[in-house]
């Protein structure tokens, strides 16, 4: 089946600083990713959409500037957190939606825990 | 807009006991729906999905899921649970590229 990796599975960075997540698609070829993020004991909130060659969509009250989303290729999505502060400090998971499948199901990778001190 | 119900945040069960797990979901056009697993520290994981056909789907690993249009739901059912599967379950619905999760319900198996 199809695999979605994230790197790193666990950050501390701390306040100020920015951290880079990736999100790859290991055997297949995804034009859309997503980038979400879940609170403790929480539903997964979707941060923005991230579509190969393009800018990212931005979910309402999430921050482009903060929050950077560059999808280079078919198989790779990053996501910086830019000046990172403790309320940043989070559990981020990504998903891929494989080519030519819209309306199938997402991919979901490990996810990354984010901690900022 | 669309969205998902999860009326149950946590649903407590005692070990080979029979569980359901609900999900109603609203739409005003034809959705995809799935049901994913989440154990702790974990990504999430894809329990079963309903896409066409069939309205009753079944997982590897007892779950079953049944489809039923007029009543708008989703629910998640299992005849007898283990330990094992104490996790957070999240109902999702998904049309054209868009998905909605719901709120997650944490099974609790007891022994």
């Known amino acids: 089946g199809a695999v979605v990796s994230q790197h790193p599975s666990r950050v501390i960075c701390k306040s100020g600083t920015s951290v880079k997540i990736e999100c790859r698609s290991l055997?297949?070829?995804?034009?859309?990713m997503f980038w979400y993020r879940q609170f403790p004991k929480q539903s997964l909130m979707l941060m923005a959409t991230s579509n190969e060659g393009s800018k990212a969509t931005y979910e309402q009250g999430v921050e482009k500037d903060k929050f950077l989303i560059n999808h280079a290729s078919l198989t790779l999505s990053t996501l910086t957190v830019t000046s990172a502060h403790p309320e940043d400090s989070s559990f981020y998971i990504c998903s891929a939606l494989a080519r030519d499948q819209v309306g199938a199901e997402q991919y979901f990778g490990p996810g990354t825990r984010l901690t900022v001190t | 807009a669309q969205s998902v119900t999860q009326l149950d945040s946590q649903v407590p069960v005692f070990e080979e006991a029979p569980v359901e797990l609900r999900c109603n979901y609203s739409?005003?056009?034809?959705?995809?729906l799935f049901w994913y697993v989440q154990y702790p520290n974990q990504g999430l994981q894809l329990l079963l999905k309903y896409l066409s056909g069939s309205t009753l789907v079944e997982s590897i690993n007892g779950f079953e899921a049944e489809f039923n249009k007029s009543q708008t739901s989703f629910h998640l059912r299992k005849p007898s649970v283990h330990i094992s599967d104490t996790a957070e379950y999240f109902c999702a619905v998904s049309y054209g590229q868009n998905f909605v999760f719901g709120p997650g319900t944490r099974l609790s198996v007891l022994p």
């Open positions: 739409s005003s056009v034809s959705v995809y």
């Open positions: 055997d297949f070829q995804a034009t859309t």
